[in-house]
T-cell receptor
Framework: DSGVTQTPKHLITATGQRVTLRCSPR?????VYWYQQSLDQGLQFLIQ???????AKGNILERFSAQQFPDLHSELNLSSLELGDSALYFC?????????????FGEGSRLTVL | QQQVKQSPQSLIVQKGGISIINCAYE??????FPWYQQFPGKGPALLIA?????SEKKEGRFTISFNKSAKQFSLHIMDSQPGDSATYFC?????????????FGAGTTVTVRA
């Protein structure tokens, strides 16, 4: 158990809809990362938050947004969903300091867009 | 664009054999190179990591070899066991103040036959 909690574990929705994925990081971790995993693209970095502020951005679509709240949990919002958005979405957390590089991943939220 | 190129896509090895996975990168700013192991239905978990000031790091049956001039690194799994069957991802990251935006390879699925 990594200590990172993601909900929901599975989500099935239709094209054009909007969903929210939630992540609770490990206790004490200030950084939260979102990754998208699909069969043909591997693990793609989407976005990172550190202590409530956006720190780094990857290949995140404009239809996607995220935020980190004062209690450090994070939400990833996916809107105007398309079939190609079907994937496993992982949240990871880290202490955030420069001396450690380990990311702790949750078990993922599997999104299916029909 | 994949910043870290990983090969092979999959491999099958007999129990007791050696599994070798190779990765290459271009970004000379990368200075942290972890390997993550992912079992089906789980998130990736850190297996072993190396920084470029050493050419090799060994932890149990797992060894990372690093060639800075060639910008390549590899994972060797010695005495492979059925429990090692998983997907392995190499990754790389530049060292930042509070930013460990890992770029992952596409993954290698390892199957160890008993």
């Amino acid at each position: 158990d990594s200590g990172v909690t993601q909900t929901p574990k599975h989500l099935i929705t239709a094209t054009g809809q909007r969903v929210t994925l939630r992540c609770s990081p490990r206790s004490g971790d200030l950084s939260v990362y979102w990754y998208q995993q699909s069969l043909d693209q591997g693990l793609q970095f989407l976005i990172q938050y550190y202590n409530g502020e956006e720190r780094a951005k990857g290949n995140i679509l404009e239809r996607f947004s995220a935020q980190q709240f004062p209690d450090l949990h994070s939400e990833l919002n996916l809107s105007s969903l398309e079939l190609g958005d079907s994937a496993l979405y992982f949240c990871a957390s880290s202490v955030g300091g420069a001396n450690t590089g380990e990311l702790f991943f949750g078990e993922g939220s599997r999104l299916t867009v029909l | 664009q994949q910043q870290v190129k990983q090969s092979p896509q999959s491999l099958i090895v007999q129990k007791g054999g050696i599994s070798i996975i190779n990765c290459a990168y271009e970004n000379t700013a990368f200075d942290y190179f972890p390997w993550y192991q992912q079992f089906p239905g789980k998130g990736p978990a850190l297996l072993i990591a190396i920084r470029p000031d050493v050419s090799e790091k060994k932890e149990g049956r797992f060894t990372i070899s690093f060639n800075k001039s060639a910008k390549q690194f590899s994972l060797h799994i010695m005495d492979s066991q059925p429990g090692d069957s998983a997907t392995y991802f190499c990754a790389a990251s530049p060292q930042g103040r509070n930013d460990y935006k890992l770029s992952f390879g596409a993954g290698t699925t390892v199957t160890v036959r008993a």
